[in-house]
């Protein structure tokens, strides 16, 4: 009987990382196939742009989380930042799951918050008005009645846009702000946070009203390299793919 439970986040799929592609699938079609569950924790894709898009490597990966989900392991996925338009289309061909961004499941016992982490960035006030824009249903029927040559256009023209704003920005701006992650764990009644986002992979200590806390970041997949964080009965561990 299959127990652990693996989180993964932050892997940016796009056609021209060959490499990143090459190493989910062979963790979807080796590793994966181990755990209870399987969360993907956001921005599984550099950009999606509508469930309607089927250009490389999307083919593949839906194809393979599908396997993965008929082989009994259970998928959950939590929109990210660059994926918040994956819907029910993608869902209904790949047996995945979505999950609201903020999520608790009882991990082993022990309420643990599931985010993507964007929302902790507090600090970036131009980021948080953008996202409350772009969750809009409003929002999201006007950008996904546009033609799909259109959609994919435009992401490549953020994502250009997105990478010269970052330079602009402090690394403290785009990092989690503490007291949000306080407040937000308060809110939950969770004394455990896993998320990704920031791709700056720790497991924070701290407090939350005299009581102890953790908060673990997931890694960014890069060409050379990946993380997973696996828990089971006996704690966790993060394994490289």
């Known amino acids: 009987m299959k127990t652990e439970i693996q989180f993964i986040s932050d892997l940016h799929l796009t056609w021209d990382k060959p490499e990143i592609t090459q190493r989910f699938l062979q963790f ?11 969360y993907i924790l956001g921005d599984l894709f550099d ?4 469930d309607d898009d089927f250009s490389p490597p999307n083919p593949k990966i839906r194809e393979a989380l599908k396997r993965l989900s008929e082989s009994g392991t259970q998928i959950y996925f939590q929109q990210g930042n660059r994926d918040f338009l994956l819907g029910d289309r993608f869902c209904s061909d790949t047996g995945v799951a979505l999950i609201h961004d903020p999520f608790v499941i009882d991990l082993f016992g022990v309420p643990t918050l599931l985010m993507h982490g964007d929302l902790l960035c507090t600090d970036d006030l ?3 008005e953008f996202r409350s824009k772009s969750r809009s249903p409003e929002w999201q029927r006007n950008v996904l009645s546009k033609p799909l040559f259109v959609r994919l256009l435009a992401a490549r023209w953020y994502r250009l846009r997105s990478f010269f704003h970052k330079r602009k920005k402090s ?5 989690v702000n503490q007291d949000t992650v306080v407040r937000t764990m308060l ?3 969770c004394l455990r ?10 497991i924070h200590n701290f407090e939350v009203e005299g009581k102890s806390a953790q908060r673990y970041v997931l890694s960014a997949w890069t ?5 997973v964080l696996v828990w089971d009965e006996n704690g966790y561990r993060i394994e490289a793919v």
């Open 193 to 202: 946070l896993i998320h990704g986002h920031t791709h700056r992979p720790d």
């Open 223 to 227: 060409k050379d390299k990946g993380d």
């Open 126 to 128: 131009p980021y948080q």
């Open 187 to 189: 809110e939950y009644h």
């Open 171 to 175: 690394q403290e701006i785009m990092d």
């Open 28 to 38: 979807l079609g080796s590793r994966a196939t181990k755990a209870h569950a399987l």
């Open 47 to 50: 950009a999606w742009v509508g």
